[in-house]
């Protein structure tokens, strides 16, 4: 299932690609206007649904998908400006058999990597995984699995539900690439509560935190909490919500500079004509 919002040649793309794969391909247009709707013609596997009144819910989208899927068969949500490696694409099948083995419904890849391309990487590991605090960003569902929860932008599955799984890295024979950067990427994965290889232990108990925070404070972007913990914007009494908050600010400015360094070189402020985090 892909989502598709004006990215024509992007979707295309990533359509060549995995058309080989799958059974069926489900094109979700929330009313592009561009050559977005072509893409019907593109294979006979293609179904393709328009939603021309939609609420900004990505949510709506992806029970109107829901709605043309058997029961008991498997989906992976793709957003446009994803795709998955040749590795991914051979280990499918087997990543779904394992998961039938383990009663699950749900694995969600892990959305975050240190080796990056320019485009920056997604990276799962089906044969190891974790239960933890947080929501997760889903990837394979069952069909049967119609608990779809919206959070801060995201749509997911609470990992307490033991039919959830979240996909650990590494595993170099089971990738994604992602088009949007690399440091973005890492960010949206540490405020979901996935845990980095050198900070596995510390993130733990600081992931239902930090979404805590998010939640009280109305945040619907991580890059805006991020920024407020950068910059120490955001009020006393929210820090309380914090058990370790040295940890938090470190890791904060650690990928708050990441974000300087690696997006706002190419996003000229509009106030001042310099590469600042203003466009968050």
Known sequence: MCGADNRY?????????????????????????????????????????????????????????????????????HDSDERPSPQFLKNLRKIVRWADQGNLNVLAVQSCHHHYDDRGQLCSNYEQVINQPGFVKWNFIKRQNMVIKAFGGHTGFHLSNPRVRL??????????????????????????????????DGLKPYAAEILSVREKLGIDHIQQLYHMLYTK????????????????????????????????KFNLCTHCDKPCCSYF
């Open 9 to 77: 040649e992007m979707l295309r793309d990533t359509i060549e690609k995995i058309e080989p794969y799958f059974d069926k391909i489900h094109i979700i247009d929330n009313g592009s206007t561009d050559s977005t709707p072509r893409l019907a013609d593109y294979s006979s596997k293609i179904i393709y649904k328009r939603i021309d009144h939609w609420d900004g819910n990505w949510t709506t989208c992806y029970y109107e998908a829901i709605k043309e899927i058997c029961e008991n068969e498997w989906f992976i949500f």
């Open 167 to 200: 996909l650990r890295e590494f595993d170099p024979q089971c990738f994604y690439n992602h088009y949007k950067s690399t440091s973005s990427t890492r960010l949206s994965a540490f405020a979901h509560g996935f845990m980095f290889p050198n900070s596995m």
């Open 233 to 264: 914007e955001i009020p006393e009494p929210m820090l309380q919500l914090i058990a370790n908050w040295e940890f938090a600010k470190a890791e904060a400015r650690e990928v708050w500079e990441l974000i300087i360094r690696d997006q706002c």
